[in-house]
């Protein structure tokens, strides 16, 4: 059960593109499509962008998506916005009902 | 709309016990499993314990397990979190949270637990 493994920060300018990776094991990430991803604003609770890898939930933009190779996930965030600024934590399901966070990944607007 | 809103929190001494309370609205209740996740100050979220929907399963992260216990009543709505011979590691937030397939699509505010002498 150790934690999946995040770049503690990404950076862009307002416009751009980034990507967040999220790696694990074949006994987390590789093993399952189930990759779920949250935001989460200083202060607030997180809330779900992402699930089952790369499903974008009603309400959530379409600049935000998911996407799996491997061990690793990614999420891309795309026409980079302000309000975009936020921790992001991937989250896998590890098998038999238990799951896995992130260490977490601060995104910064320039 | 859907509503978790978490209490219970406050400061106890290592060794001591805590229980926490999620009360649930705006959903069937008793047909989603349920989480409890936790966010020690200034760090990252941490899983911590899954109910299924009927009760009959629970499920722990290492770190917690033989030391708390997950329940619920359908009755009342109502999630809890047992938390017995607690640590000054397991200071944190702690968030209820509405299980939807294998992710956690809604999000109580937290309640803050402090373990400390």
């Known amino acids: 059960q150790s934690a999946l493994t995040q770049p503690a920060s990404v950076s862009g300018s307002p416009g751009q593109s980034i990507t967040i990776s999220c790696t694990g094991t074949?006994?987390?990430?590789?093993?399952?499509?189930?990759v779920s991803w949250y935001q989460q604003h200083p202060g607030k609770a997180p809330k779900y962008m992402i699930y089952?890898?790369?499903k974008r939930p009603s309400g959530v933009s379409n600049r935000f998506s998911g996407s799996k190779s491997g061990n690793t996930a990614s999420l891309t965030i795309s026409g980079l916005q302000a309000e975009d600024e936020a921790d992001y934590y991937c989250?896998?399901?590890?098998?038999?009902?238990?799951?896995?966070f992130g260490t977490g990944t601060k995104v910064s607007v320039l | 709309q859907v509503q978790v809103r978490e209490s219970g929190g406050g400061v106890v001494q290592p060794g001591g016990s805590l229980r926490l309370s999620c009360a649930a609205s705006?959903?069937?209740?008793?047909?989603?499993?349920m989480h409890w996740v936790r966010q020690p100050p200034g760090k990252g979220l941490e899983w911590v314990a899954f109910?299924?929907?009927?009760?009959?399963?629970?499920y722990y992260v290492d770190s917690v397990r033989g030391r708390f216990t997950i329940s619920r009543d359908n009755s009342k709505n109502t999630l809890y979190l047992q938390m017995n011979s607690l640590r000054t590691e397991d200071t944190a937030v702690y968030y209820c949270?509405?299980?939807?397939?294998?992710?956690?699509?809604?999000w109580g505010q937290g309640t803050l637990v402090t373990v400390s002498s």
């Open positions: 989250c896998s399901y590890a098998g038999s009902s238990t799951y896995v």
């Open positions: 109910i299924r929907y009927d009760g009959t399963e629970e």
């Open positions: 089952e890898g790369s």
């Open positions: 949270a509405k299980g939807k397939d294998y992710h956690f699509d809604y």
């Open positions: 074949s006994s987390d990430v590789g093993g399952y499509n189930l």
């Open positions: 705006g959903f069937t209740f008793r047909d989603y499993g």
